[in-house]
Every structure is written in structure tokens, then in C-alpha cells.
């Protein structure tokens, strides 16, 4: 009996050492860990549209996808204009654009690593508001029919609906995302979809109500007929959250910001997934950078991995860029995430 008390002892102790949730052992987790970067740089040159590549605007190359996966990573979220891809709405993608794209998606995968096809457009379309005359729903879901139907075959090609979506209400983006879904699961496409927020899918606003309704009310019944979605969130450590200085409030601000989504998560039994986070190279910085991705994997039975935001050979001195620079060393933000690799 005495051992038996102990033995439980030890699992309450651990249960709440851990911020309260019971995660399988090392490698044991019965799902994917997706850990990577954002590998910027296809996004850039917004206006100077449509651009040149290789001038305004790169996608990523072999050397750069290979840095991380030797590293251990197995993610990257390529962010990517949808204007560029597609010209104008309701018509085929743009030759060029499609088949740098698809390079890249056959780089990351015959890595046996996975890619978020990211269109980085806020959920506008050459300026214009997602859901208006312009820019109708109808047109957002014939973009991902099209998108779906290309790399349906591909279970390691990974739909993210939108960066950052604002100037939308929640309800009214919650129409373009279920649109959007069902377009997808249409074509026969079981990827994993993720669904990120209106309010620059802030993981701190999730909960909070802002023209009426917060992400939080408009998306807790969202279904999937293909049952393979997570919400996507972002989360920055500066005073506004925005991730534009070097400041970061304190060292729990990560875990803070996190943990009313994360309740919500498991109250309502969805996933999430942390699409942006970036840290700035000072000590307070770097401390709730690690705290974060430890609170992120102590709760891996709603959370299922991130991206780090950035990587990118275009970045330059860029404060938070863990791209490779040319001393050969590694960023110490990048030494942080390397911690949080293995499957939980």
C-alpha cells in the first residue's frame, strides 16, 4: 500500500510540475511533432507587384531546407503572395510562380519533412478585403480548390488558410474559413488544414471579444468533414505583442500569453499549432523563448508543434532571423528551439 502511495504521489507531482497535463513518454506521441521555421522571402517585394524574382522577392533554396533538417527540424512554413500565384481570381496559377512552388514543396518533402503552403496576405487580395465584392469567399475558396487539387497526393504538404487575417470580423472570417475547408475536402484532399484567427491570430486576443465577437465564440464548433485541422495562432513577447523591437515584457510573457488558449483547446477539444514566435537575442528574451517551447511541449495533447519566425537567406541582420550567417555559427534563438526537437 505504501508503495502505491507513492507511486501516485509521484504522478500528481509530476501532473502539476508539468502545468497540469500528462503527456505520453519520449516518442511515444501517436501523431506527428511538427517543429520548424518560417522560411520567408517568396512574401517579399509587396509592392513592387508582381515583382522580379530574384530581385524583389526568393523562395528558398536546397541549401537553405537542408541547413534545418540536418539540424533535426522537419517543418517549414513557406509563406507566399496569393496575388502572385494567382493573377486574377477565379483563373489558373501563373506558370512561373507554380513552378517555383512546386520546387520548393519537392525539396521539403522527398526530405521527408513537411511544408505550410502560407498565403501571407492578411485576407486581402491586391489591397482588397477578404469577403467584399472584390475579393469575395467564393473566390478565397476557388484558390484553395485549386491549391488542394495540386497537392492532395501529398500527405506531407500542409494547408494553412491564411496569414494573419484582420479588418475582418471573426464571424465573417469564420464564413471564408468553412468555405474554404469545404473547397479543400471537395477535391478529396485529407491534409492537415490549419485555421488561424482574425485579429493577427494573436494566441493573447483569442479569448477577447473585438467588434462584437472573439475568434474564441466564432470557432469553438468548427467542423471538418476530413477531421484533420488545427487553429493556427501567433505570439509575439513585446509590449504590444506585435514582434517590432527587441523588448520583451518578462521571461513568463510566452507561457502567459498562451495558456487561456490552451484551455480552450482542451475544453473544446481542438489542436493548435504556433505558427509565429520570434525572440530577440537578449537574456529576457532568450529565457521566455525557452520557457514558451517548454510549455508548449509539457501540453502536447492539444498543441502540435511550431514555427519559428524567421528563417530566410534574405534577412540579413534582422533580429530575429536564425538563418545561417556567414561566421558558420549558430544563433543562440536557434540553440533554444534545437532543445524542443524530439517528439514528446
Sequence with gaps: MGKLFCAIAL???AFFAWGGV???KAGQLDRPWYVGVNLAGAEFGEHKFPGKVGKDYTYPTEGDIKYFVDLGFNTFRLPFLWERLQPELNTDFEPGERARLDKVVDDVTRRSAHI????H???KYRQGDLGTPNVPISAFADFWRRLAKRYKNNSRVIFGLMNEPHQIRADRWRLAADAAIRSIRDTGAMNLILVPGTIWSGAHSWLSPRRGISNAQAFRALTDPGGNFAFEVHQYFDRDYSGTTDHCQDVDVGVRTLEKFTLWLRRYNHRGFL????SANTQVCLEALDRMMRYVRANAD???GWTYWAAGAWWGDYRFS?????DGKIKPQLEILKKYLATP
Design 11 to 13: 504522478v500528481v507531482i
Design 22 to 24: 500528462l503527456i505520453p
Design 116 to 119: 505550410i503552403l502560407d498565403p
Design 121 to 123: 496576405n492578411y485576407a
Design 275 to 278: 505558427g509565429e514566435f520570434g
Design 302 to 304: 492539444v498543441w502540435i
Design 322 to 326: 536564425v538563418h545561417p550567417s556567414g
